[in-house]
């Protein structure tokens, strides 16, 4: 069994990854730099969204290149981490949440174009993605049950929000957020949820909080301590996964919902 792993701001290098391989995966998409190795006794394939030093910006973040390279590894499943902000006020900073939800409207990637695999007409494999919840039940289930055992606080469902960076959100862009009842939002995990599910690749997504969004605290705390939390992502991240994949089989892992094809 092989899991990718997909970090973002904070987890430039995955910590405590052993046997480290780095290499360049050549895709359609563009190059895309992957570490392999394991953690525990689970082979793991890593990529930092990002890159060092952080040189894309979310804008920048080229998902289809990621995904692309992870299919070609053959990993049996994706697990997504990014830090991000909460829109609801008891989802409180310095928590974990494994999201069972998406709102992510625009279906667009940063570029512009819409987010799918099927940009060509007639094109094969096309298809529509039908599912009730976006993200993979049992890697979901896996990764709550690790967290009862950790000692960060732990939040069972919650709807992620992809927005568009690289600015943060207005007061008014975040309550209207909180409307549609998102949970926290970020601006990078949105286009890997869709792809990853057009792939029928099982994906979930892990977010750890670093702050309250605009306007949902009574006062905007400084910009230091979310700064320091996004420095402790990586090691909440890391804790959490390597509780998680020893419950993993590759026999029981399913994508979210199904793609239905139009070629036979």
Same mark, same amino acid.
């Not at 792993?5 to 430039?12: A, D, F, K, P, R």
């Not at 096309?126 to 993200?135: K, N």
């Given at each position: 069994?092989?899991? =990718?792993? /997909?970090?973002?701001?904070?987890?430039?290098?995955?910590?405590?990854?052993?046997?480290? !391989?780095?290499?360049?995966?050549?895709?359609?998409?563009?190059?895309?730099?992957?570490?392999?190795?394991?953690?525990?006794?689970?082979?793991?394939?890593?990529?930092?969204?990002?890159?060092?030093?952080?040189?894309?910006?979310?804008?920048?973040?080229?998902?289809?290149?990621?995904?692309?390279?992870? /299919?070609? %590894?053959?990993?049996?499943?994706? /697990?997504?981490?990014?830090?991000?902000?909460?829109?609801?006020? $008891?989802?409180?900073?310095?928590?974990?949440? *494994?999201?069972?939800? @998406? #709102?992510?409207?625009?279906?667009?990637?940063?570029?512009?174009?819409?987010?799918?695999?099927?940009?060509?007409?007639? =094109? &094969?494999?096309?298809?529509?993605?039908?599912?009730?919840?976006? &993200?993979?039940?049992?890697?979901?289930?896996?990764?709550?049950?690790?967290? !009862?055992?950790? +000692?960060?606080?732990?939040?069972?469902?919650?709807? #992620?929000?992809?927005? +568009?960076?690289?600015? &943060?959100?207005?007061?008014?862009?975040?309550?209207?957020?909180?409307?549609?009842?998102? $949970?926290? *939002?970020?601006?990078?995990?949105?286009?890997?949820?869709?792809?990853?599910?057009?792939?029928?690749?099982? #994906?979930?997504?892990?977010?750890?909080?670093?702050? #309250?969004?605009? =306007?949902?605290?009574?006062?905007?705390?400084?910009?230091?301590?979310?700064?320091?939390?996004?420095? !402790?992502?990586?090691?909440?991240?890391?804790?959490? *996964?390597? %509780?998680? @994949?020893?419950?993993?089989?590759?026999?029981?892992?399913?994508?979210?919902?199904?793609?239905?094809? *139009?070629?036979?």
């Amino acid at each position: 069994m092989l899991i =990718g792993l /997909i970090s973002g701001s904070g987890t430039e290098h995955w910590p405590g990854l052993e046997l480290e !391989q780095q290499r360049t995966a050549e895709t359609a998409y563009g190059p895309v730099e992957l570490v392999s190795g394991r953690v525990g006794e689970v082979g793991v394939v890593h990529l930092s969204r990002h890159g060092p030093s952080h040189r894309r910006l979310s804008n920048h973040v080229e998902h289809k290149a990621n995904l692309s390279a992870l /299919i070609a %590894a053959k990993a049996d499943a994706v /697990i997504g981490c990014t830090v991000c902000g909460s829109v609801d006020p $008891s989802l409180t900073p310095g928590s974990l949440v *494994v999201f069972d939800d @998406l #709102y992510f409207p625009s279906n667009r990637l940063p570029d512009g174009t819409l987010c799918t695999w099927h940009d060509e007409a007639g =094109g &094969f494999g096309r298809g529509h993605w039908i599912f009730d919840r976006p &993200f993979s039940g049992p890697l979901r289930r896996a990764l709550v049950r690790a967290g !009862q055992g950790l +000692d960060t606080a732990l939040v069972d469902g919650g709807t #992620y929000g992809y927005v +568009d960076g690289p600015r &943060f959100n207005a007061r008014a862009e975040i309550t209207a957020l909180a409307q549609v009842g998102v $949970s926290a *939002v970020s601006q990078t995990a949105g286009p890997e949820a869709v792809l990853a599910g057009e792939a029928g690749l099982p #994906y979930a997504l892990v977010g750890f909080v670093t702050d #309250y969004t605009n =306007g949902v605290a009574d006062e905007p705390e400084a910009l230091e301590a979310l700064l320091a939390r996004v420095a !402790q992502s990586g090691d909440r991240f890391a804790s959490l *996964v390597a %509780a998680a @994949l020893p419950q993993l089989s590759a026999d029981d892992l399913a994508p979210a919902g199904t793609v239905h094809r *139009v070629d036979p």
